[in-house]
């Protein structure tokens, strides 16, 4: 038993270290096209899609400039409805990827605020982070990002405004400060 919370101890240390370098990592990260710097897509598919998986991958990579990585979450329906967009994301690839979510994972009901992610990464139907670093959208939020008239920085205006984190938060019956809040650079324009 002492071996597994050992292990425990080790997962734990490498989980935060990963989950918090991109806070340090992306912030002094200036912006470069994506032809010299592909952006990451990864995307959680419930297990019933896995026969499907290669037209997935192919329909998520279709705009180019990307790579695609696809998990398996081992129930039968996909594991949320939230979606990470870094800052460095192209308008018309963050775009695609929004559709493709709502097409094969049912919708997007949530999006993670900027600061918890790597700038050129996209999580799709993603769990790995806490309700305190997301916020939830409704579908008229969605259709305004998936308005094709917008530039890539009224894109990523319009994202980090829709994703703004709240100071205080609701946890274990009381209304508590957000242990998981940012402070705002404001919007860098590359």
Known sequence: MALRSKEA??????????????????????????????????????KRQVPVFKFIRSEFAAMGNTRVTLWVYHASRNPSRIVAI????????????????VEFSGGVEGLVH??????????????????????????????????????TFEFQALYRSLTRQETKVKAFGLTLDNPKLLKEDGPKKN
Not at 88 to 96: E, K, M
Not at 128 to 141: V, W
């Open 114 to 151: 900027q600061g918890f992610i790597s700038s050129r990464w996209v999580g799709v139907a993603t769990s790995l982070f806490a309700e305190s670093s997301f916020r939830k959208i409704s579908r008229d939020q969605l259709d305004q990002l998936l308005d094709e008239s917008l530039d």
């Open 86 to 101: 870094g800052r460095c994301v192209p308008a018309y690839i963050a775009r695609h990827v929004l559709e493709k979510a």
């Open 9 to 46: 101890g080790i997962f734990l240390a490498w989980f935060l270290l990963f989950t918090s370098w991109p806070l340090y990592a992306s912030a002094k990260e200036r912006c470069v096209p994506v032809s010299s710097a592909p952006v990451k897509i990864e995307a959680w598919m419930s």
